[in-house]
């Protein structure tokens, strides 16, 4: 079974500027989390979907918001970009039968400049 | 809300056995999970507990005591490729997961 799949790995952006990252789950996993992992912060819940439905959302501005497609494949957007969301993006997948446990992609490094 | 609490950094030696706690307040969660993560990449699953008491896999094993809220993860025999980040997290009724601040392990020869 593929794991979870995020694209793309890195990203250079400039302030001001809108992102978009892409995470697949893995096959038949609906629930999708996302997270911000600073190395002052640690890893911060931004929002998690399930079957197309954002069913918790955390502490971050309305730039950050994201979606989720019918085939459970999710993208985060952030707009008007800001030195510090330089950070690792981590999205994880998970499913009840697999007990939740949270599965996470290899992260989607952006660089704000 | 839920708030957790790991030592920042701790050091052992190769072969040893070492124990890190995680203490937590929380409104409630279904399991309390343990994740390793190397410098640069992903967190990758170790262990997690619903119930009170010990669970054993392998080297790693983790004990939960909800009415202390208080977590371990206990490594054994103790290798090199050990040295990482280690983080407590609880689940939000399986809905996101809340982490901890991490603990670095470093492993000595």
């Known amino acids: 079974k593929a794991g979870v799949t995020q694209t793309p790995r890195y990203l250079i952006k400039t302030r001001g500027q809108q992102v978009t990252l892409s995470c697949s789950p893995i096959s038949g996993h609906r629930s999708v989390s996302w997270y911000q992992q600073t190395p002052g912060q640690g890893l911060q819940f931004l929002f998690e979907?399930?079957?197309?439905?954002?069913?918790n959302k955390g502490n971050f501005p309305g730039r950050f918001s994201g979606r989720q497609f019918s085939n459970s494949r999710s993208e985060m957007n952030v707009s008007t970009l800001e030195l510090g969301d330089s950070a690792l993006y981590l999205c994880?997948?998970?499913?009840?039968?697999?007990?939740?446990?949270?599965?996470f992609g290899a992260g989607t490094r952006l660089s704000v400049l | 809300g839920q708030n957790i609490d790991q030592p920042t950094e701790m050091t052992a030696t190769e072969g040893a056995i070492v124990q890190i706690n995680c203490t937590y307040q929380?409104?409630?969660?279904?399991?309390l999970f343990w994740y390793q993560q190397h410098a640069g990449e992903a967190p990758t699953f170790l262990s997690y507990?619903?119930?009170?008491g010990l669970e054993e896999k392998g080297r790693f094993s983790s004990f939960l005591s909800r009415s202390k809220g208080y977590s371990y993860l206990l490594l054994k025999e103790l290798q090199m490729k050990d040295s990482a980040s280690y983080l407590c997290a609880t689940d939000n009724y399986g809905q996101n997961f809340v982490f901890g601040p991490g603990t670095r392990l470093s492993v000595l020869p």
């Open positions: 929380t409104s409630g969660f279904n399991g």
């Open positions: 994880a997948s998970s499913s009840p039968e697999g007990g939740n446990i949270q599965y």
């Open positions: 507990n619903v119930l009170d």
């Open positions: 979907y399930f079957s197309e439905t954002q069913r």
